[in-house]
């Protein structure tokens, strides 16, 4: 209890934050949470409650609409769009398909503003079987309480994670109690107990507490039969004490039990007209007395509670089948009004096929995408297809569910429903849709021709007889190139893939078509890519997911500087949409664009966001690839220790998900590491690997994006012969794709292979026009040059370069070069003064960003919605980023002194 004091107490503060408390049923988490709640209370806070009902999981926005419903009127505090958002997930709005997670920011400014007026306790027991939609929203708020006077407290069974198998939250296991405790507790409980009885309760309870305290009321009356009874797991003799209670009820309590254990909502009145519709009789409220009397329920205004989770389970598993089935149909026709939630019951009503009710779930899937809940869309036809004949509806239910699936990226649910569709009537057109996305999700077909040629046949015919079937065959033809790009096909697979999507191509310069093909194959695409987007520009790009495919492509073809206006372009649209884990992925995809632009302080900003919204939506590979990105600049500030723990860390969780193709970019991060700490023989093997093909890390194209790393690595160490080999490789790739990058690297390479008496006129001619979209090279290239004629006794001529070095690094907040180039110029006579700390290096990349928003004159509100942050976090970051900048006020905020890279 003192660890969830601890957290209401510091929540109550302004400090709040979020604990999910793990144990097997009866551990007592119902206990605790409703103990700190009224503590909470007590204190001045207000409670929002909600309770998993495993019968409704599949209802979108079922258990968050519970917590909040209490609070809906104050929903008129939120902005138009947020608002507009909450209302359309709870289906009382006519806007379509708000992202989940512009559900989530309204949720999170909902909770910030009652907390203004006073604190906020927000208590989710059985989270378990909280529908998915509203886990993923809590769990966002959840991470999102650290500035708020809010706490939120989760309980979750053991063995049943649901949405929060793994979302990062702190925890709490809750284990059996020691037998002292265990006797303390029933000795408390049940003072009169005979030894015998005593000793067999607690073995029986085997340090249980909801047991200790519940088993000794069944002896009363009874109790020899009860300790006579045959031994039973703790679990199943509770639920047979709670049943022995109901059983003990009148029927017409017995009823409403049973209607309510079916129910989610716990609404009295639906929970009564079922109930009479059941029985046939005309029931009324105090038919539930005799179950509040017995201790199984609570009855709080319009609401009904079941006092523990354990009582719904045990009435519900207990009854009759046909008697559950009977009162999910009376649930059904109860809930007429209730279009999503009577399919769900109207589908648990049935015990074989029923193809009416099967329709009815696809419409409750259609609404599920119109509130913004893939997933529960995705459910609602799977269970359709379960409900429907095989030449019924059955495989386009399916068909459907598996698109969604692959919208969601989940290709393993993806597959597994098109692997039951293929046995299903199809239409003619369905039929090929089927084999599409098959194809495009069995992995086979990234390496061989003959599968591909598979999916190029029924990519033309589906673009010759659907007025979408172009766009829908790019669309899975875009994780193929993808596959192409991270794996090793054969040039075959490669030319069928691309040649595929060219003539699926919509117009010229698509953009989808430019992708694909870069992925596909870059070397040899490159140089048609780069000569087709000379006509395109963001703006001309629609759609931001489009725009972070082709800006993602360019970085694919070493095209950083080309791709960075089409990522800039996507992540404000993407941003401006809500779609955070598309977000996640093209910010992660700015990060490393910017580190080969010399953008480090943006890189940062996008990586640290990057990493926190990939981890929010539960795409970890992408959040890994920011890791490596953060960990990539914390070395070039001189954060050693920091960049050794994100590489290590990082490197084993790639390889416990199976995620080898991303070691190469661990191991650019390695060498960059190396490189500052001046260990070059060190960087050199760490580069080799990702080239080498018989290297767990070989990644050719990822390679490249550290070659002039290697190069100088080589040539730092006497590996003369093989910096020349990797030079004349560089160059032949440069000449073939026109990669701007690959060709400023080849500029920044030459002078340092080059002998002596050849160095000095290549070293001019990369400084003077090579390198000068470049600036961390160019930077580089400079203290490369100035070392070179330092150490050729040319000390004056030396120190410019040298000096501009210098200003360059600080400038770029790359410390640890920065320091190398200081060494340098003291070497050669000039006395140089340790660098003035600069002002932006003591926020975080989150506090920067920050700052920049409000130096643009947005509001805390504004800044919020960008950052998917509650206003009143905004204001708490902002109150720690000026005594950091030394000013006092938003109104000292300059954009200009906050590094515009």
């Known amino acids: 209890m003192g660890v969830l004091a601890d957290l209401v107490a510091r929540g109550l503060a302004g400090a709040g934050g979020a604990l999910l408390l793990r144990g097997e049923a009866g551990m007592g988490k119902t206990a605790l949470l409703g103990a700190a709640r009224d503590a909470a209370v007590a204190q001045g806070a207000r409670a929002l409650s909600a309770v998993g009902v495993q019968s409704e999981a599949s209802v979108p926005f079922a258990g968050l609409h519970q917590l909040l419903r209490p609070v809906l009127d104050r929903a008129s505090a939120l902005t138009t769009r947020q608002r507009r958002a909450l209302l359309a997930a709870f289906g009382m709005g006519e806007d379509t398909a708000p992202e989940l997670f512009a559900v989530g920011l309204a949720s999170l400014e909902l909770v910030s503003g009652l907390a203004e007026s006073a604190p906020v306790v927000l208590v989710i027991d059985d989270a378990q079987w909280i529908d998915r939609p509203s886990g993923e929203v809590l769990t966002f708020v959840a991470r999102r309480l650290?500035?708020?006077?809010?706490?939120?407290?989760?309980?979750?069974?053991?063995?049943?994670?649901?949405?929060?198998?793994?979302?990062?939250?702190?925890?709490?296991?809750?284990?059996?109690?020691?037998?002292?405790?265990?006797?303390?507790?029933?000795?408390?409980?049940?003072?009169?107990?005979?030894?015998?009885?005593?000793?067999?309760?607690?073995?029986?309870?085997?340090?249980?507490?909801?047991?200790?305290?519940?088993?000794?009321?069944?002896?009363?009356?009874?109790?020899?039969?009860?300790?006579?009874?045959?031994?039973?797991?703790?679990?199943r003799r509770l639920e047979r004490t709670?049943?022995?209670?109901?059983?003990?009820?009148?029927?017409?309590?017995?009823?409403?039990l049973l209607v309510a254990a079916a129910d989610d909502e716990g609404d009295l009145g639906e929970i009564v007209k079922a109930a009479q519709l059941l029985d046939g009789t005309d029931l009324t409220v105090g038919a539930l007395e005799p179950a509040v009397k017995a201790g199984l329920i609570e009855v709080h205004g319009y609401d009904v509670r079941f006092r523990h989770p354990l009582i719904r389970s045990a009435i519900y598993q207990a009854a009759a089948p046909s008697r559950r089935l009977a009162a999910h149909a009376a649930l059904a026709t109860a809930l007429e009004g209730h279009r999503e939630r009577r399919a769900w019951h109207r589908a648990a009503a049935c015990a074989g096929q029923d193809d009416a009710a099967a329709v009815e779930l696809e419409a409750a899937a259609r609404k599920a995408l119109g509130r913004g809940a893939p997933r529960a869309a995705a459910e609602a036809l799977r269970r359709a297809a379960r409900l429907s004949a095989d030449d019924g509806n059955r495989g386009r239910f399916l068909l459907r569910a598996a698109e969604i699936d692959f919208e969601l990226g989940d290709a393993d649910a993806a597959r597994r429903q098109l692997a039951e569709a293929r046995s299903a009537r199809l239409e003619e057109g369905e039929r090929l849709?089927?084999?599409?996305?098959?194809?495009?999700?069995?992995?086979?077909?990234?390496?061989?021709?003959?599968?591909?040629?598979?999916?190029?046949?029924?990519?033309?015919?589906?673009?010759?007889?659907?007025?979408?079937?172009?766009?829908?065959?790019?669309?899975?033809?875009?994780?193929?190139?993808?596959?192409?790009?991270?794996?090793?096909?054969a040039q075959e697979t490669r030319d069928l893939v691309v040649k595929t999507a060219r003539r699926l191509q919509r117009g010229d310069g698509d953009p989808m078509?430019?992708?694909?093909?870069?992925?596909?194959?870059?070397?040899?695409?490159?140089?048609?890519?780069?000569?087709?987007?000379?006509?395109?520009?963001?703006?001309?790009?629609?759609?931001?997911?489009?725009?972070?495919?082709?800006?993602?492509?360019?970085?694919?073809?070493?095209?950083?500087d080309l791709s960075w206006p089409f990522l800039c372009a996507s992540v404000e649209g993407l941003r401006g949409q809500g779609r955070l884990g598309l977000l996640g992925e093209a910010l992660a995809s700015q990060a490393w664009a910017a580190i080969h632009l010399g953008k480090h302080r943006l890189?940062?900003?996008?990586?640290?966001?990057?990493?926190?919204?990939?981890?929010?939506?539960?795409?970890?590979?992408?959040?890994?690839?920011?890791?490596?990105?953060?960990?990539?600049?914390?070395?070039?500030?001189?954060?050693?220790?920091?960049?050794?723990?994100?590489?290590?860390?990082?490197?084993?969780?790639?390889?416990?998900?199976?995620?080898?193709?991303?070691?190469?970019?661990?191991?650019?991060?390695?060498?960059?590491?190396?490189?500052?700490?001046?260990?070059?023989?060190?960087?050199?093997?760490?580069?080799?690997?990702?080239?080498?093909?018989?290297?767990?890390?070989?990644?050719?194209?990822?390679?490249?994006?550290?070659?002039?790393?290697?190069?100088?690595?080589?040539?730092?160490?006497g590996r003369d012969e093989a910096a020349r080999d990797h030079l004349a490789r560089l160059d032949a790739l440069a000449g073939r794709t026109g990669s701007p990058y690959l060709k400023a690297m080849a500029a920044y390479a030459h002078p340092l292979v080059a002998p002596d008496d050849a160095a000095e006129p290549l070293y001019?001619?990369?400084?003077?026009?090579?390198?000068?979209?470049?600036?961390?090279?160019?930077?580089?290239?400079?203290?490369?040059y100035g070392r070179w004629l330092r150490r050729r006794r040319r000390l004056v001529e030396s120190r410019p370069p040298l000096r501009a070095a210098m200003e360059s690094f600080d400038a770029l907040g790359i410390r640890a070069f920065g320091e190398d180039a200081r060494a340098e110029l003291r070497a050669a006579g000039e006395a140089v003064a340790r660098p003035a700390p600069d002002t932006l290096d003591r926020l975080t990349p989150q506090e920067l960003q920050i700052a920049r928003l409000a130096a643009t004159g947005l509001t805390n509100r504004e800044i919020g919605t960008q950052l998917f942050l509650s206003h009143r976090t905004v204001g708490f970051h902002l109150s720690r980023i000026f005594p950091k900048l030394g000013i006092t006020s938003r109104n000292q905020l300059r954009l200009g002194d906050l590094g515009g890279d």
């Open 242 to 256: 709670f049943l022995s209670r109901a059983a003990n009820l009148p029927a017409p309590a017995r009823t409403m």
């Open 146 to 235: 650290g500035a708020e006077r809010a706490v939120m407290l989760l309980a979750a069974r053991d063995g049943h994670d649901g949405v929060l198998g793994d979302v990062g939250l702190p925890e709490l296991q809750l284990g059996r109690l020691g037998d002292e405790a265990a006797g303390e507790l029933l000795a408390a409980h049940a003072s009169g107990l005979g030894q015998a009885v005593r000793e067999r309760l607690l073995a029986e309870a085997a340090g249980n507490p909801l047991a200790l305290v519940e088993l000794p009321t069944a002896l009363s009356g009874d109790g020899a039969g009860q300790v006579a009874a045959p031994w039973l797991p703790v679990t």
């Open 603 to 717: 890189a940062a900003a996008a990586a640290d966001e990057a990493a926190r919204l990939s981890r929010d939506t539960g795409r970890l590979r992408w959040a890994l690839v920011a890791d490596l990105a953060l960990a990539t600049l914390a070395s070039e500030r001189g954060e050693q220790e920091r960049a050794n723990e994100l590489i290590r860390a990082t490197e084993a969780e790639l390889l416990s998900v199976g995620a080898q193709s991303i070691l190469g970019f661990a191991q650019f991060a390695r060498a960059r590491h190396a490189l500052v700490s001046n260990q070059h023989g060190d960087a050199y093997e760490q580069l080799a690997r990702v080239l080498d093909p018989s290297d767990v890390a070989h990644h050719p194209h990822v390679g490249y994006l550290g070659i002039a790393d290697l190069i100088e690595a080589a040539v730092r160490t």
């Open 433 to 489: 849709r089927l084999i599409l996305w098959t194809e495009a999700l069995n992995e086979e077909s990234w390496y061989s021709p003959e599968r591909v040629r598979v999916f190029a046949d029924v990519a033309d015919q589906l673009a010759g007889s659907q007025s979408d079937g172009a766009a829908l065959a790019l669309r899975a033809l875009w994780p193929l190139s993808i596959g192409c790009w991270y794996g090793n096909p």
């Open 764 to 784: 001019r001619r990369a400084l003077d026009g090579g390198l000068s979209r470049w600036p961390f090279h160019r930077a580089r290239l400079l203290l490369a």
């Open 513 to 560: 078509v430019l992708s694909v093909a870069a992925c596909a194959d870059p070397v040899k695409e490159a140089a048609w890519v780069l000569g087709e987007l000379r006509d395109v520009v963001p703006e001309s790009v629609a759609d931001p997911a489009e725009q972070h495919a082709l800006g993602a492509s360019l970085t694919a073809i070493w095209a950083f």
